[in-house]
Nanobody
């Protein structure tokens, strides 16, 4: 059974940093695209960042480009999201996702596996 488990969320002040982790189990995702999405109250789930095999194949939403960095440790079947210069508008539940094949995608519908999410709250 495939499981994705996020951790690292919390409460931080504007300008602060957090590092999210997504640990995968049940299968290896070393060659599969993985991504972070987020969902704020009353809003649709939106793309944050995605990565394929390595940091060289990363994609970011314009709203986080230059502030967030996605990475992965294939040896540990784990993905990370380093979030710097956080803003109140970054407040949301952050979800990690993985897909069986293909390229990185910004569409949630393309991902077959999801974690349960971790709350990130940025106070002003």
């Amino acid at each position: 059974q495939v499981q994705l488990v996020e951790s690292g969320g919390g409460l931080v002040q504007t300008g602060g940093s957090l590092r999210l982790s997504c640990a995968a189990s049940g299968r290896t995702f070393n060659f599969s695209p993985m991504a972070w999405f987020r969902q704020a109250p009353g809003k649709e789930r939106e793309f944050v960042a995605a990565i394929r095999r390595s940091d060289d194949n990363a994609a970011y939403a314009d709203s986080v480009k230059g502030r967030f960095t996605i990475s992965r440790d294939n040896g540990k079947n784990t993905m990370f999201l380093q979030m710097n210069s956080l803003k109140p508008e970054d407040t949301a539940i952050y979800y990690c996702a993985a897909r069986n094949w293909g390229r990185t995608s910004m569409s949630p519908q393309d991902y077959q596996y999801w974690g349960q999410g971790t709350q990130v709250t940025v106070s002003s």
